[in-house]
């Protein structure tokens, strides 16, 4: 049985950081390629960020810079690692291992970024 789990979630004030992490198991973790997607309320789930099964990391735009992707093919984990979060960044993000085509998604994990 595939799991996906997230967590590090929660309220921040702008500016500030968080770390998220996703737990994978029941899959060939080093095997796959991993992302973290957001969803806002009212918006599109987007994609965030992605490290592939050997290491090479993409951005969307808007995160370039503030956020870092990683991955321990040992603990079976990959992160994200938040910087100076903006109001914007406010969404559910969730955790996604993709192998062609065949994907896999965790529950979600709350980010909020207010004052």
């Known amino acids: 049985q595939v799991q996906l789990v997230e967590s590090g979630g929660g309220l921040v004030q702008p500016g500030g950081s968080l770390r998220l992490s996703c737990a994978a198991s029941?899959?060939?973790?080093?095997?796959?390629?991993m992302h973290w997607y957001r969803q806002a309320p009212g918006k599109q789930r987007e994609l965030v960020a992605i490290i592939t099964s050997w290491g090479s990391t993409n951005y969307v735009d808007s995160v370039k810079g503030r956020f870092t992707i990683s991955r321990d093919n040992a603990k079976n984990m990959v992160y994200l690692q938040m910087n100076n979060l903006e109001s914007e960044d406010t969404a559910v993000y969730y955790c996604n291992a993709n192998k062609r085509l065949i994907g896999y998604w965790g529950q979600g994990t709350q980010v909020t970024v207010s004052s």
């Open positions: 029941g899959i060939i973790f080093s095997a796959y390629d």
